[in-house]
């Protein structure tokens, strides 16, 4: 259960966030930015116990996701990372460590490209810079394929929309919107990664949406990246892989602090 959870008016949306933890005075507070048509829960729920100990969490939920309504307005990375550098600014937040999961990964990716002033330490977990990045069977969905979605997990991401969406109603319009967004145009070149200032870890499954070569391409082009390519793990199970990724995690993110 969150520590709090709040509204903020920012750019035209109610968007919902939730905290956890509290500061000890030695780490920046940490921002979760979930995954596509995910909630703070089915992102992070298995991580957020630990992450929370001795560190503040602020973690929103993206236009349209979870319990933040919709608007007309396009979902773009530029938009989300709008929304989120607004909700920092509105809790007096200068400066964080982000954990981005998928269209999160994206979106965090966006604002060290945008405000790298605003970000400490940079976790992109199943995160891609080009469309070729994603497997073919994922791009042209095949879904036979082990890469993708299980039946069970749609129904648990409608589940979860059905229990907190604003207008639960919209689910199937919400999918097509976050379907075109996610089949959008990156908006980055290689060049672009050649700056990303923040040392970033990039960790995928070595059954994940993401190729694998694609990912050692972005470690490369990073300056101060690392990789990690999670054994027997899907795109939907890795954020669930507590056992690998929060010893991973925390020496990561700890590395300022020590």
């Given at each position: ?107 965090a990716l966006q604002l060290a490209l945008d405000h790298p002033e605003r970000v400490g330490r940079l976790v992109l977990a199943a995160t891609h810079f080009a469309q070729d990045g994603y497997y073919e069977d994922v791009r042209i969905p095949d879904y036979s394929s082990p890469r993708l979605p299980s039946e069970a997990d749609f129904q648990e991401m409608a589940d979860a929309y059905a229990a907190v969406a ?93």
């Amino acid at each position: 259960m969150p520590s709090s959870s709040a509204y903020a008016k920012v750019n035209g949306l109610e968007m919902y966030y939730e905290t956890h933890g509290e500061d000890d005075g030695t780490r920046r507070p940490l921002v979760l930015l979930h995954g596509g048509v995910l909630t703070v829960d089915l992102s992070f729920g298995a991580l957020l116990p630990t992450l929370a100990q001795g560190r503040r969490i602020v973690a929103p939920e993206l236009q349209g996701h979870g319990h933040t309504a919709d608007t007309d307005r396009p979902i773009t990375l530029p938009n989300l990372a709008s929304d989120v550098v607004a909700l920092l600014d509105e809790l007096g937040i200068g400066q964080a460590d982000f954990v981005g999961f998928s269209l999160g990964g994206l979106t965090a990716l966006q604002l060290a490209l945008d405000h790298p002033e605003r970000v400490g330490r940079l976790v992109l977990a199943a995160t891609h810079f080009a469309q070729d990045g994603y497997y073919e069977d994922v791009r042209i969905p095949d879904y036979s394929s082990p890469r993708l979605p299980s039946e069970a997990d749609f129904q648990e991401m409608a589940d979860a929309y059905a229990a907190v969406a604003p207008h639960p109603e919209h689910f199937q319009d919400f999918i097509a919107k976050t379907s075109t967004a996610a089949h959008a145009p990156l908006p980055w070149t290689a060049d672009d990664l050649r700056t990303v200032a923040a040392p970033t870890l990039l960790v995928i499954g070595d059954t994940d949406f993401v190729r694998v070569e694609h990912a050692a391409e972005m470690q490369r082009l990073i300056p101060r990246a690392e990789l990690a390519v999670l054994p027997a793990t899907t795109h939907m199970s890795l954020m669930r892989q507590a056992t690998l990724l929060l010893p991973m995690l925390g020496a990561f993110l700890d590395a300022d602090a020590e």
